[in-house]
Structure formats: C-alpha cells, structure tokens
C-alpha cells in the first residue's frame, strides 16, 4: 500500500512538473515570435545565467551538465524517478530490505539533492576555475608584455595568446577569444569594457583598465604590464600570508575539541573512576 501512496505522488508530482515545463516553452515560443514579428516592442525569456557561466560551459563539462540539471525540470523529475525505481528494485529484490520510514527518508533525500545539488556543484566549480584564472593571469601577462615588445599590437597578441594559451588555460583562452570576436565587431575599446563588466574577477579587471589607458593615452605599455604582473604576484602572495595567518584561529575549536577534551579525560579519568568505585562502596 505505502508503494503505491508514493508512486501515485510521483506520477502526480511528474504530471505537475511536465505542465509547468509545457507552459515555459510555449511562452518561450511566443516571445520568440513576438520578437520575430516585432522589433520594437522584443521580448525575450528571462536568462539568469551570468556571462562568466556561459563562458565556463564552453571549458568545463561538469559546469555545462550541471547547469542544464539545474535549469531542466524534466532531467529532475527523471533523475528522481529513476532514483526512486532503483530504490524500490533493491528492496523488491531482496538485496537490502528497507522500513517504509527509511525509504521515504531516502526518497526525499533524493528529492532534497536533486534540487539543491546541480546548483552547488557548479557555484564551486565556477569559483574553482576563477581561482585557476587569477593564478594563471600573471604569466599571461607576461607573455602578453612579451608579445607587445616584439612588435605586436595589442589586438595581434591578444589574439596570439588566445590560439596558443588552450592547453595552458582554457578559461582563459576562451575569455581572450570572445573579446577578440568583440573586438572584430565595435573595436578593442569595447571588447575591454564588456571583458571589465562580464568578468568579476579582481586581475582580470586591472588588467582590462591597464589596456583601456594604455590605448586611450598611447603611453608605452610593456613596462606598465610588468609592473601589473608584479602587482598581482604580491597580491596572491598577501593571501597567501593572510590564509595563513587565519590558520591559527580557525585551529582553535578543533584543538579544543580534539585535544583539550581527551587530555582532560587522560588527567581526571583515573581520579573520577576511583572516586566513583569509593561511593560505590
């Protein structure tokens, strides 16, 4: 009875969930020809996605997969479903027998990580290669300094670090190749500034504002960016000094719990169990 209670909410919970899937794309097909029609009075489908996100699609699978579980109703119920039919299978089978209790606890388990899951994974996987970013930047700039006193233009060595940095940096090859195409269309000036809003990233910013003055004021820009380099090392390496002088405070409640506690029970232990064994007797 209790397995027919919840396939019944599930079949129902899928039906709900297919309906409001259903009525997202048939409003999304009619902005879609709204716009069509109209170019005056466009409107399009919200998007919550950030740019850097849609950049990270293009580099990272687990960033890509996560984000199309998380914005795909369809891809949760299924995933559900089929955790649930698993669940019942092994309890049906014999394998391992679960109480009700326990696999209604597992199912909303199931539920709660489907939800809450995709989302996580891909914010930390973000920031993971944002870290990766700021790191790699100074060497990029570098090259980029490098580059600029061979001779080559800015938009020439930003374009050759772009098709040379791949199997370095992916991120960041993919981040130069877009502000190049940007560059193809309404010049360096505004690739920059779109690279400056998109990206939240603190080097990645110095370095656009660096090129943005260099080509507004036409001063000599390879000292200027390996000065920016520098910069940025002594910056990483303050981070460095302050996480590791934040050490020292986060160890206090782990010392405390893991060391203070059983030192103490080592000291007054043998004192306490004899006094319990006198009143004993």
Avoid at 100 to 123: G, S
Avoid at 199 to 224: A, N
Avoid at 258 to 270: D, S, T
Wanted: include cysteine.
């Amino acid at each position: 009875m209790f397995y027919i209670i919840a396939l019944t909410l599930l079949v129902l919970g899928a039906g709900g969930l297919t309906r409001v899937w259903l009525l997202k794309r048939r409003r999304e097909r009619l902005y879609h020809l709204l716009e069509q029609s109209s170019q005056q009075y466009a409107f399009t489908p919200q998007d919550n996605t950030t740019p850097v996100e849609r950049i990270m699609r293009k580099t990272s699978r687990l960033v890509s997969w996560t984000a199309m579980l998380d914005k795909n109703i369809v891809a949760k119920t299924l995933t559900v479903v089929g955790a649930t039919l698993l669940l019942v299978l092994i309890d049906t089978s014999g394998i391992y027998i679960f109480s009700r209790e326990v696999l209604f606890l597992c199912i909303l388990a199931c539920v709660v990580v489907v939800i809450l899951l995709p989302n996580l994974v891909k914010e930390m996987t973000i920031k993971k290669h944002m870290k990766r970013i700021s790191d790699d930047l100074p060497f990029v700039i570098d090259m980029l300094a490098v580059c600029v006193q061979s001779g080559m233009t800015i938009e020439k060595a930003l374009r050759y670090i772009a098709d040379n940095t791949y199997a370095i940096n992916p991120n960041i090859a993919t981040l130069f190749d877009r502000a190049m195409l940007k560059t193809e269309v309404n010049g360096i000036n505004a690739a920059l500034e779109q690279l400056y809003e998109e990206v939240p990233g603190t080097e990645v910013r110095m370095l656009c504002s660096t090129l943005q003055q260099s080509i507004k004021y036409g001063s000599s820009i390879y000292q200027v960016l390996i000065d920016l380099s520098k910069e940025m090392r002594e910056l990483q390496l303050l981070n460095t000094e302050e996480k590791v002088a934040s050490l020292s405070a986060k160890m206090t409640l782990p010392m405390i719990a893991f060391i203070m506690f059983p030192l103490l029970v080592i000291v007054a232990g043998p004192g306490f169990i004899g006094m319990v064994s006198m009143w004993s007797n």
